[in-house]
């Protein structure tokens, strides 16, 4: 603008406020474009459902499968709502674009349209024609979703745990109108597949019995999988439930197991969906559980290792040479055979013999060699397959290793068949199709679910051991083989403890579990009489505490004596021993309180210097830390009065509780008492004398 010339007025800036003054060009500049409604800021980012069955034109219940297939959900917008329309339901906008072009979305038309042919041919009495329409019925596939959801493979696997839960849910629901017959066995095939790559695979680390199911977890690629199974009852079937909301997902998590499962069978070298004998196979999940297992050992078993193809391949390449050899070539080959597996054995006579001075180990890394070709077989998983175990699953692996369980009919076997193949372990039942029968003698552990055992199991084998299905999954937890003593028929079972909770970090460890620590170790185990013996200390010390109350009234009753009597209990080494054990316990109470009582006023102290920002902060986790105190401190209170319970109720041989054995005691150390004051020649002369003054 140049500098400004004396007398001239200022002229006005293009930057100030609009006035009626100002000219259209000037205004236009200033306003900029008019925006239209609901095209900016949340109302153009956020849209409601009603506004969105608009745009996609389909119905509600279409929309809602649309949205659980896609894996879109609704979004609270932050701060205000659109509209101020607080409590609707709200969608983003680049969410609804995504579902305009799902190629889903087209099929659920088509279907709408299909569905309207056949009713109108039908309503005209046409069966012909509605029959034939019925057959062009429009199919769908969820490939292109589960790929577009899941890139990688690992991604699938973490997601894996709504999914096996669903699923296990639905092969245990009975089959009603709103659940198809068709989903339920779906849904067992599934699961039985799952459950034997699990157990062939010993992929399986932690399990947990509860009210609500078993938890299982498996560990797959590094990945953990966690789901429940429910338990094998009837199940309630709610009337507030949407079933076909669960349908719906469940049609997503099908599809997304069989791509699962396909990868996992594939790295196996096992073809799936696995073949079984007699096509499909009906009954409940453990049924189709083992149908699964064995037709996944007859594939295995068939497929065999890579050296074992190898070898075969030689061998057929051998006998078709060998057609035209006569049987003295034959013979000579099978001698020279012979010869080199001697000459092996012979070669650390030849070698010492030989050479005296040079004594070289040639069989020293032959069997070094063999052991790693034995150890790298054994951490192969399967015969056919690449995966490999790593130390913790060997160590899992070998557990049950040499092990046969035989499950009772009592005995859910779904989850114990599970747990103990993916262990090591060999399993047999009561029913059809068990590789074990209940007489067979190599059978190590017997599971049975009963208060005693019945009278028709003295007729078995008496090298088996009759233990709880909680061993099982107590030993697996742990990855340790538990005492059986404490499983045992009949047998009040230790605390189950779940795998998932960390003690440290709870601040409180069980009892059992500080058992089982010292088991690890290597240390005894705690003796079952301890209790026992700490109820007879007590005792002890009452009776100690009734004889000094006795030696109370006697030193009271004589006057003379008690100067002298006094004087001797001071002189006691023992009675001086306690006193001083006293002192020491009352200083080191005075110690404790003085050290609590200067954290205190230091924390005050400290606090006082704090930001106003930093001591709020302090004080809420000095809060979350009482709170946690005060819980293990009531754990703690819980264990004591149990352990106090469980006092009282054990019995000596003669059936007497612990209370019981105190109180006859007292009473006989009363009787000794009395007898001794009733006795005349116990009693001083100046006593007597004192007792006819008064009298």
């Keep these: 603008m140049g500098n400004r ?7 006005s800036s293009i930057k100030a406020n609009s006035h009626s003054k100002m000219g259209s060009k000037r205004k236009l500049s200033r306003m900029g474009k008019k925006q239209k409604k609901n095209h900016a800021g949340l109302e153009a980012t956020f849209v409601g459902r009603s506004k969105c069955l608009k745009m996609l034109q389909i119905t509600i219940k279409d929309f809602r499968r649309l949205c659980i297939l896609k894996g879109i959900y609704p979004r609270e917008p932050r701060g205000r709502f659109p509209g101020h329309k607080k409590g609707q339901t709200f969608y983003h906008i680049k969410d609804i674009r995504a579902i305009a072009h799902e190629p889903v979305l087209e099929k659920f038309r088509e279907f709408r349209a299909f569905t309207k042919k056949v009713r109108r041919a039908a309503g005209r009495n046409e069966q012909d024609e509605a029959l034939r329409k019925n057959a062009m019925c429009p199919t769908y596939t969820l490939h292109h979703l589960v790929r577009e959801r899941y890139p990688r493979f690992n991604d699938a696997l973490s997601d894996l745990d709504d999914a096996l839960t669903l699923t296990y849910l639905f092969a245990a629901l009975p089959s009603t109108a709103n659940i198809k017959p068709k989903v339920v066995t779906k849904a067992k095939s599934l699961a039985a597949a799952w459950g034997a790559y699990c157990s062939t695979a010993a992929c399986i680390t932690k399990s947990f019995i509860s009210v609500k199911g078993i938890y299982f977890e498996a560990t797959i690629r590094s990945v953990p999988v966690r789901w429940v199974v429910p338990h ?18 469940f049609e997503f998590y099908e599809t997304l197991l069989h791509f699962a499962l396909y990868k996992l069978y594939n790295d196996l070298e096992v073809r799936y969906p696995l073949p079984t004998d007699g096509g499909e196979v009906k009954g409940s999940t453990s049924f189709i559980l083992g149908a699964n297992l064995r037709s996944l050992t007859n594939a295995l078993n068939s497929t065999g290792n890579i050296s074992n193809i190898v070898s075969e391949s030689v061998e057929d390449s051998d006998k078709k040479e060998k057609k035209g050899k006569t049987k003295e070539e034959k013979k000579k080959e099978k001698e020279l055979i012979k010869s080199v597996g001697a000459a092996l054995n012979s070669i650390n006579e030849d ?12 069989a020293g890394p032959l069997k070094a060699a063999l052991e790693s070709m034995a150890d790298d077989e054994a951490r192969t998983v399967l015969p056919g397959g690449n995966l490999e175990l790593d130390d913790e699953s060997m160590k899992r692996r070998r557990l049950f290793s040499g092990f046969k369980f035989f499950l009772s009919r009592e005995v859910p076997r779904g989850y114990l068949e599970l747990v103990s193949l993916a262990f090591g372990g060999i399993v047999g039942w009561e029913g059809p199709n068990s590789p074990i029968s209940a007489n067979d003698p190599s059978i190590t552990h017997h599971v049975v679910d009963r208060p005693k055992l019945p009278a028709s199991y003295s007729n078995l084998p008496k090298s088996r051991e009759f233990i709880q299905p909680q061993w099982i999954l107590d030993c697996a937890n742990n990855v340790f083989l538990l005492p059986v003593a404490k499983y045992s028929v009949g047998v009040t079972l230790p605390p189950h403890l779940s795998p998932w909770v960390d003690n440290e970090e709870e601040g409180y460890k069980p009892a059992y579990a500080e058992e089982i620590e010292r088991l690890k170790n290597g240390e005894p185990a705690v003796a079952e009489n301890d209790d026992q013996m700490e109820t007879d200390e007590a005792a002890d010390e009452a009776e100690e505490e009734m004889e000094d109350a006795a030696t109370k009234e006697k030193d009271s009753d004589t006057e003379e004596e008690s100067d002298d009597e006094s004087e001797e209990e001071e002189e006691d080494p023992a009675a001086k021993k306690k006193q001083d054990k006293k002192k020491l316990v009352a200083k080191k109470a005075r110690a404790e309180q ?9 924390h005050a102290l400290a606090k006082t210097m704090m930001s106003r ?38 019995k000596d041989t003669l059936g007497r509780t612990p209370l019981k054995q105190k109180v006859d005691r007292l009473r006989k150390e009363r009787k000794r008492l009395e007898d001794e004051y009733s006795n005349p020649t116990g009693v001083s002369t100046k006593k007597s004398k004192k007792k006819r003054r008064s009298t």
Aim: glycine letters at 4%; aromatic letters at 6%.
């Design 5 to 11: 010339v004396k007398g001239r007025p200022k002229k």
């Design 232 to 249: 094998s009852f009837t199940q309630f079937m709610p009337e507030d439930v949407d079933y076909r909301v669960m349908t719906t997902f």
């Design 351 to 362: 070698s010492d013999s030989e050479d005296e001075e040079d004594d070289v180990d040639v």
């Design 594 to 602: 003085r050290r609590k009582q200067e954290e205190e006023e230091a």
């Design 613 to 650: 920002k930093a001591s709020h902060l302090y004080g809420r986790m000095q809060h979350g830390i009482g709170k946690r105190t005060a819980k293990v401190e009531n754990l703690r209170n819980k264990r004591k009065a149990i352990e106090e319970e469980n006092r009282s109720k054990r």
